[in-house]
């Protein structure tokens, strides 16, 4: 048998089962080999450890109820050419082991009285599932979880989802087939064909200050935060889940080179930019994004190790605790700020 871990957070799991939800989603129930398992907060991702070459670390989101501390449910999509380490997860059986980090993340459920909408699209569903059994404890919260997908194939969780439903008198659930039928409409299967744009989020939501949860595509998401925000709900009222890597906030134009002014300046050296730090910026990497640029990305939370880049001049320091420092002279750019005048390789 294998040890268990010694690193402190390291989590060493077994697959306690395996359930097909469809073609290509898989449900993996984790339990702890030894001890117990920490808790996670609805929405939180558990970073696991494949050993996958060049990939030290792969994320996915906790899709069981929060309040179950058992296991853990990673609900999986089978992507192209196993990207992440789907194909390695969808190959494994009870008994096997894993070896993780604790939960962490911060696209979490707010604790809150307010109206929540959780718009979702595809396998982004997994995060609101988490959410979902929390919410459950408050039944009369006002809830809406609007769900898009493809076709009838694709549809997950059925019977979990009229579980909840069932005792759960403020949620309002709508699904929407982009290729569905007449048919699934009669079965009840989903309640609006097509897709979901700024016409059907005006007639089905009420007016109120909805605590906004997007998860799902690249492309559904820009979609739907641009539709949200044409109909008045505040930006700061969104949140959203990267699933391979959120949309960017829309980016500038690429400046010229301006002279350096302030105490923190930043120089992308390859680019021939450099521009004085926004402190309204969340890292390195939403500045680059800014002024136009594309640095590589994934999770967006000093995980994956993708965003790594190279520092040329100057001090940086991260917002978040690392699970692996990157090669020596690189920085993450998704989590670190600069302390002054900085150059980086990009």
Do not use: N
Request: proline fraction near 8%; charge should be negative; charged fraction near 20%.
């Amino acid at each position: 048998m294998t040890a268990s871990p010694a690193r402190a957070g390291a989590l060493d799991l077994e697959v306690a089962e395996r359930i097909e939800e469809s073609a290509a989603v898989v449900s993996l129930r984790l339990r702890a080999a030894a001890g117990e398992l920490p808790p996670f907060l609805p929405g939180q991702h558990l970073p696991l450890r494949l050993g996958l070459p060049g990939r030290k670390l792969a994320t996915y989101t906790i899709s069981s109820d929060p309040g179950d501390r058992s296991g853990y449910r990673l609900s999986v999509k089978l992507e192209a050419a196993g990207l992440g380490g789907s194909a390695h997860l969808h190959g494994l059986k009870p008994g096997d082991r894993i070896a993780a980090e604790a939960p962490r993340g911060r696209f979490v459920l707010e604790e809150s009285d307010r109206p929540v909408l959780l718009l979702t699209g595809g396998i982004g569903i997994t995060p609101a599932l988490a959410m979902l059994h929390a919410l459950s404890r408050q039944p009369e919260r006002p809830v809406v979880f609007l769900h898009a997908c493809r076709s009838r194939e694709e549809l997950c969780f059925g019977d979990e989802l009229d579980a909840l439903a069932a005792r759960m008198p403020g949620l309002t659930r709508i699904t929407v087939l982009a290729e569905g039928s007449a048919e699934d409409l009669q079965a009840g299967r989903c309640q609006h064909l097509g897709l979901i744009d700024r016409a059907l989020l005006r007639r089905l939501l009420p007016l109120d200050a909805w605590q906004t949860y997007l998860c799902g595509p690249e492309g559904f998401m820009a979609a739907m935060r641009a539709a949200l925000a044409s109909l008045g709900l505040p930006d700061a009222e969104i949140r959203q889940e990267s699933f391979g890597g959120a949309p960017a906030p829309a980016p500038a134009p690429a400046a010229a080179a301006a002279p350096a002014t302030g105490t923190a300046t930043v120089r992308f050296a390859r680019s021939g930019i450099e521009m004085p730090w926004d402190p309204a910026q969340a890292s390195l990497l939403d500045f680059a994004e800014a002024q136009g640029l594309s640095p590589d990305f994934s999770c967006r939370a000093g995980i994956c190790g993708s965003c790594a880049c190279r520092k040329l001049e100057g001090e940086t320091e991260y917002s978040e605790d690392l699970l692996e420092e990157p090669a020596e002279g690189e920085i993450l750019l998704c989590c670190s700020v600069p302390r002054g005048p900085v150059v980086l390789d990009l």
